[in-house]
C-alpha cells in the first residue's frame, strides 16, 4: 500500500454555518450532494475488483 487517505466529517471541524462561503448553484448541490465547494469530497471506489468471476 503506498498511501493511506481519511476523509474527516466536516462536523468535526465546523461548528457553525459560515458565513460568505463560495455556494454552488442549486442544481449543482443537489447533485454533488453540498452546497458548500469547501465541504465537497468526491467518493472514488476501489477499483481493485477483479469482473466477471466469483
Known amino acids: 500500500m503506498l ?3 481519511y476523509v474527516v466529517p466536516p ?5 457553525f454555518q ?3 462561503w463560495p455556494q454552488f448553484s442549486l442544481e449543482e448541490a443537489l ?5 458548500w ?3 465537497f469530497s468526491p ?4 477499483r481493485n475488483v477483479q469482473e ?3
Open 3 to 5: 498511501y493511506r487517505t
Open 11 to 15: 462536523n468535526q471541524y465546523i461548528t
Open 18 to 20: 459560515p458565513l460568505n
Open 31 to 35: 447533485t454533488r450532494g453540498t452546497l
Open 37 to 39: 465547494p469547501n465541504l
Open 43 to 46: 467518493y472514488h471506489p476501489n
Open 52 to 54: 466477471g468471476g466469483s
